[in-house]
């Protein structure tokens, strides 16, 4: 009703929420054909069984709009259990539901709520398993919780390695087709010979790609079966770059030549003056990267569970590994919430509920400050997205102390996902995901919180110089595939001290 303007008279003030008035509005749009229909509609809601139930309801706390758990339910390797039967105690009372297709179902709770005790069936073992319990705070507000169940299921075979794979490489893909990695439109291939010992992620991690495109490049699906002295294609990255490269040079080339039509007289108004800084997003000359919703696309890939990879080793043994299907997945929330165009509002009380949400991620931080969306949530973006993945962040709003969370990257270098604590030259830090790096080197493309002039859920670019350290997870596997960056478009939002606080 709320969205036919048959019933748009339902809104009116002075209508909505007298039940009288909306009783007779119904009947006037036509909902009903009984001219007895309103005074029949009254009598039951001011009827005795209305009563008691409404009597009831407000005993037990009940108001116009209870709060909401948002539970998303992973399995043992954080893949979303989908279609699970899960049982809810809650006051005493149980019931049975079911996740969706994203892993998650959503429970009411009443301001008197205690701890919700969950268990998940395990469909291979026929049995019921509990889960931690969801603790609510007192008085019970809008929560989202991520549970791990301690077991997972993975598609594998007992049938012995393919020995008979062509060694031929497949047919070369169309060449307007672009790659999983989302590196280039038109993507340029070479032959390699599967060397004893190569796995997928081996052979994707030399060539500056993902076990994923090779196998989308070679038609294999999982699970994935390589050997020894098979030709596969792999995209050529470094042609790639270098076809880049000229395309960069081609349009600065052509930005001067603009520049240079100005005439004489307007360069005579210009005093020279010492270069300027660059800003904190600038881009090195380049075109900007991939584009944001090729990324999105990159990182919505795979999201489904393991891949199995059968391949034989330096003694020629059979080995298989598991393979993540997702890599950083917390990257795909935080993704996703960029799409939704997040930000602080302006004007007095108006705040963005979302940004109060990332809140609920940070619970040391005072009520009120995690009331507004004035408050730094750099951090409390951070916390929400990897919650939302089941990996544990610090729970902590301030941006420091992301310091010594979790472990760093390999050597300290900028990865995939990688929580990268930026310190600014005047002073200040900010916290932000690593989501690719320029053809240089020199700068870093981010996607975080409290970004920009508007402080959006937004795509950035800082100086590497800035990077004080690059922190994943504990227990996070990272793989070869996430120290693979891309250059990455920005949305111009600017990296300074002032746009992140």
């Not at 941006?399 to 990257?409: D, E, K, L, M, Y």
Request: net charge positive.
């Amino acid at each position: 009703m709320r969205v036919n303007p048959r019933y748009a008279g339902l809104e009116k003030p002075g209508i909505k929420g007298n039940y009288k008035k909306e009783a007779q509005e119904l009947l006037d749009s036509g909902y009903a054909t009984d001219e007895k229909y309103a005074k029949s509609l009254i009598e039951i809601i001011e009827g005795p069984t209305m009563r008691r139930g409404v009597a009831r309801a407000q005993k037990r706390g009940c108001g116009a709009a209870l709060p909401v758990v948002e539970v998303f339910l992973l399995d043992g390797a954080k893949v979303a259990i989908k279609k699970a039967k899960v049982q809810v105690l809650q006051d005493g009372k149980q019931a049975e539901v079911a996740t969706d297709d994203h892993g998650r179902l959503v429970i009411r709770i009443t301001p008197k709520s205690g701890d919700i005790r969950l268990k998940v069936f395990d469909k291979d073992q026929n049995v019921w398993v509990g889960l931690d319990p969801i603790q609510l705070a007192k008085p019970a507000t809008d929560k989202t919780a991520t549970l791990i169940a301690p077991t997972f299921t993975a598609q594998t075979s007992t049938r012995e390695h393919d020995k008979k794979t062509s060694a031929k490489p497949p047919a070369a893909p169309a060449a307007s087709k672009p790659a999983a990695t989302g590196a280039s439109a038109v993507t340029k291939f070479k032959d390699y010979k599967v060397l004893k010992g190569d796995s997928l992620a081996s052979i994707a991690s030399a060539h500056r790609t993902s076990y994923q495109a090779l196998a989308e490049a070679n038609g294999i699906s999982s699970p994935y079966i390589i050997r020894p002295d098979q030709v596969l294609r792999v995209p050529d990255v470094k042609a790639q770059l270098a076809d880049q490269e000229k395309r960069h040079a081609a349009s600065a080339a052509a930005a001067h030549g603009a520049a240079a039509g100005h005439g004489t007289q307007a360069k005579a108004a210009v005093k020279p003056s010492a270069p300027a800084a660059p800003a904190a997003n600038d881009h090195d000359g380049g075109s900007g990267g991939i584009t944001l919703a090729s990324l999105g696309q990159a990182l919505s890939k795979g999201t489904a569970g393991l891949h199995t990879v059968f391949f034989r080793n330096a003694d020629e043994r059979p080995q298989t590994d598991l393979m993540h299907a997702s890599r950083a997945p917390w990257m795909k929330v935080a993704q996703e919430e960029f799409e939704k165009g997040v930000k602080r509002r302006t004007g007095r009380g108006n705040h963005d509920p979302r940004i109060l949400e990332y809140f609920t991620a940070t619970p040391g931080l005072e009520r009120s400050a995690a009331s507004i969306d004035e408050t730094p949530y750099c951090a409390a973006f951070v916390n929400w997205c990897l919650g939302r993945t089941g990996y544990r962040g610090n729970g902590s709003a301030l941006a420091a102390s992301f310091a010594r969370w979790g472990r760093p990257t390999k050597d300290n270098k900028p990865a995939l996902g990688a929580v990268a604590l930026i310190r600014f030259p005047g002073g200040g830090h900010h916290v932000t995901f690593v989501a690719g790096i320029s053809p240089n080197g020199r700068l870093i493309a981010t996607l975080g919180g409290n970004q920009g002039e508007s402080h959006e859920v937004s795509h950035s670019r800082c100086p590497k110089t800035m990077v004080v350290t690059y922190r994943y997870p504990s227990d996070y596997p990272d793989y070869d595939d996430d120290y693979v960056l891309h250059d990455v478009e920005s949305d111009h939002a600017p990296m300074t001290a002032s746009s992140t606080h």
